[in-house]
């Protein structure tokens, strides 16, 4: 299937390129961009929702599903961002929130007035559960004056819809449809793995409730019955699924061809191995041994199962993979390069977040009131509230904010990072200096890497197609695994720390070529010695 020979990039449009000067990147900010992209070689894009929004949740607070923001642009920008990608070869994939809409919408609002018809497009209860948002504080807010509560599982101005109404579930295959039509060749659905709730909701004071609303079987038959109302009829669609708390059998579930739900999955385990005790809002080095072991779990159960995992470092909610993994002041390209071959050479569909291919990192901020994102303000205040010095509290936010992510793009050294030239919406960083895009093309080492790395797996089937084994999985500083298909064997090895380390490789992969390194490999030795954050790529062709 072609769609395995794709790689996906995402934008996130805010933060991209500005081309009215108000702050905000827009549409045809991209569409200037796109020469850029086909360089790179990626073939689709997503971008994070570009529909009317109060903004609260920036834009994943819908308003109207059918219309484009006019912060961003307009529908004729749209038509013509479509239009131009496709030139170059590059298709849309957009990012589709159907779990909950803005108090905003017409349908919370037309609910709130008093409309039947619309109550029942949302969960209202006469007593909330002990559920807790996932932004901070109870799961359920005061339903106007009526003495109801409505769920929302985010912010207070997402409600959640009630996927259980059948008049719900078409007004959403709807939206997909029309979205179809303009020539969207991809979805990410948003949390799509919460919109199957109970009838009956009950307390669970484990894991903060998200027991009883994650992953309930009937999320697999709404997602068939969308399917087939909507993108299934077009085998060049892409789907991926954000799965929030979920599990591998699940992920297997939503994605095996055979059972017509979504063409792959991004879950957030391997994101977690630096939480302490489970706890995002802490400051813990990250755990090697459980990365490692996660990535052979879903790897090796994917791949026997028929699954299909999208892989990632990075995206708009999470601190840069630069800082989390790396020794990033010494090893920045090193690190760079070596996770980037960690994801593009395994089995999957792997995902580049706008300025990973510089290795952007982290920006330093100096006050809380540099930060936008209403779950770093609420967390803020949740660690004040525990009884952290405002000093420690602050420390936490800036390992840990989305908005570490949602940074301007770095494209030169002029003001704000090219980004803008007016005041962009949230800060550029001085890193900007150094690290932009048109430093890394004159000699910078992680742009081309990443574009040898999508040119391979155009070329060689078995990065697109292969199965996937473990390898070395008690290596205490290696992640290594094989793939293999019909004639060709792939072995690839990646240094996780910053010392050298010795890897013994199998007879087999000995006299294999070198596919892709980051680190100069004289002779490939039984015995290898890989340099810190080396990675190598070995193949073979039986
Ligand atoms: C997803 C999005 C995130 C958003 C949330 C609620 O996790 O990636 O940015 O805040 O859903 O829509």
Redesign the pocket.
Known sequence: MLFKEKVIYQIYPKSFKDTTGNGVGDLNGIIEKLPYLAELGVEMVWL?PIFPSPQK??G??IKDYMAIDPLFGTMADFENLIAQAKDLGIEIMLDM?L??VSTEHPWFQKALAGDKRYQDYFILRDEPTDWVS?FGGSAWAPFGQSGKYYLHL?DKT?ADLNWRNPEVREALFEVVKFWQAKGVKGFRF??INVIGKDEVLKDNDQFDGKPEYTDRPITHTYLKEMNQATYGNDPEIITVG?M?FTTVENCILYTQPERHELTMTFNFHHLKVDYENGQKWTDAPFDFEQLKSLFHEWGTQMSEQTGWNAWFWN???QPRALNRFVEVEQYREAGATMLASAIHLNRGTPYIYMGEEIGMIDPTYHSIHDYVDI?SHNAYQALLAQGLTPAAAFAIIQKKS?DNARIPMQWDTSANAGFTTGTPWLASDQQAETINVAAEKHGGKIFPYYQKLIALRKNYPVIAQGTYEAFVPEHPQVYGFIRRYENQSLLVVNNFYAAETLVELPAEFVAGDVLITNTELTEVTQKLTLQPYQTVALLVEH
Do not use: A, C, I
Request: no cysteine.
């Open positions: 994070n949740d920036n994943y607070d929130v779990n909950h996932k985010y997402q948003d949390v954000e929030s995206n708009h909610d779950e989305r």
